[in-house]
Structures are given as C-alpha cells and as structure tokens.
T-cell receptor, first 113, second 117 residues
Framework: DQQVKQNSPSLSVQEGRISILNCDYT??????FLWYKKYPAEGPTFLIS?????DKNEDGRFTVFLNKSAKHLSLHIVPSQPGDSAVYFC????FGTGNQFYFGTGTSLTVIP | DAGVIQSPRHEVTEMGQEVTLRCKPI?????LFWYRQTMMRGLELLIY????????DSGMPEDRFSAKMPNASFSTLKIQPSEPRDSAVYFC???????????????FGSGTRLTVV
C-alpha cells in the first residue's frame, strides 16, 4: 500500500510563476520529510527537508510546507525557472525510530519559458 | 568520492534472458538499497542491505529477482528470466548514518534503464 502519494503526475507552469507540488501521506508516525529532484538520466538528488516540529522550511526559491493534521506537505518554487523542469519525489520516514524512507510516485514539472 | 556508481547505464535484452545490474556504493556507507522506478508505483524499494547482509527483501516482486552484496563495495541485482514487464529504471542508493539516511536521505546512483523486448 502506498504510504506516500503524489496525486498529480505532471504539472506545467509558466516561467516566473509559482509551482506548487503536493504530497500526502497516511502514516501518522512519519516525522521527517524530504523532497528529491530528478533530471532525466540522473538519479534523484536531495532538494529540501522538513521536520515535523516545523510547519515551514525555506531555502532560496524553494519552500516546503507541512500540515500535520492533514498529513499533507507541499513544495513551492518561486519564481519557477526552466531549469526547475524535472521530476520531484517526496519522501517520508519515521525518523525518530530510524526507519526507512518511503517515496511517492513523483510529479513531473515542466516550466515553460 | 565518485558517488554511487551503477552499470550498465542502459540494458536491452530479450525476454527470457538473464540480466545483471551492478552497483558500487559510496565508500563507508553501510546501507545499500535497490529501487525500481515505474510510472505507476514511483520509486519502489526492492531490497536493502546493512553491512552486506540482506535485511528486507519484501519488495522483490518475484523469485526471478535476486540480489547479492558479496562485499562492502559491490552489489548485484539479477533478473532471471527477464520479462517485458520488468522494463523500468533501476536505482541503487547508499546511506552512511543508517537506514533513516540522515538529514539528507539517501545518495542515489544514475540508474540503469532496462528494456526487455
């Protein structure tokens, strides 16, 4: 059963606008979340993380929001750039007990120049 | 460090043939993971090792799949016999601080794109 879900397989955004990628999880024990970025023919690479003790983490143009009650997190990219075009995976883990990460199905973002 | 190294980058094989995918983890990383990426299931964990010992292979889809880690610097994922539905991108990843991967998660290789015709 998929514990981490990304319900939008793809997203297209104009350059300069905001991109919002969403992720839902089912396991209330998850307390640490990551977003990975994957370019074609490359492996996923770490982008940004958030712990359950926070509801927001920001790194430059990238901000991740966490809504624990809704078991939902989102990644905001502002402003979006063509180089942001990639597949984005969210991942979650029960960090406190040292458990593995579970990954979502990915969202393919296309930023149109 | 060169990162996690996978070979080959691409593999095209005929149905029924044996396929072997290879992975060299980052030196010092004691966890190694094999993932499969498909459109339907995203990144799907197949098996992981700790200190060369297989810990959880519950994600291995069938007995046709097997994985080994004879030493700390090498792992293989074998499919025998291969079938068209095995076509996917297979990733190897490694982790130093443990199963939880630390604050930055796992380090992935570039993947092997397998096509079974």
């Amino acid at each position: 059963d998929q514990q981490v879900k990304q319900n939008s397989p793809s997203l297209s955004v104009q350059e300069g606008r905001i991109s919002i990628l969403n992720c839902d999880y089912t396991n209330s024990m998850f307390d640490y979340f990551l977003w990975y970025k994957k370019y074609p023919a490359e492996g996923p690479t770490f982008l940004i993380s958030i712990s359950s003790i926070k509801d927001k983490n920001e790194d430059g143009r990238f901000t991740v929001f966490l809504n624990k009650s809704a078991k939902h997190l989102s990644l905001h990219i502002v402003p979006s750039q063509p180089g942001d075009s990639a597949v984005y995976f969210c991942a979650a883990s029960d960090f406190g007990t040292g458990n593995q990460f579970y990954f979502g199905t990915g969202t393919s973002l296309t930023v149109i120049p | 460090d060169a990162g996690v190294i996978q070979s080959p980058r691409h593999e095209v094989t005929e149905m029924g043939q044996e396929v072997t995918l290879r992975c060299k983890p980052i030196s010092g990383h004691d966890y190694l993971f094999w993932y499969r990426q498909t459109m339907m299931r995203g990144l799907e964990l197949l098996i992981y090792f700790n200190n060369n010992v297989p810990i959880d292979d519950s994600g291995m889809p069938e007995d046709r799949f097997s994985a080994k880690m004879p030493n700390a610097s090498f792992s293989t994922l074998k499919i025998q016999p291969s079938e068209p539905r095995d076509s996917a991108v297979y990733f190897c990843a490694s982790s130093e601080p443990g199963l939880y991967g630390g604050y930055y998660g796992y380090t992935f290789g570039s993947g092997t794109r397998l096509t079974v015709v």
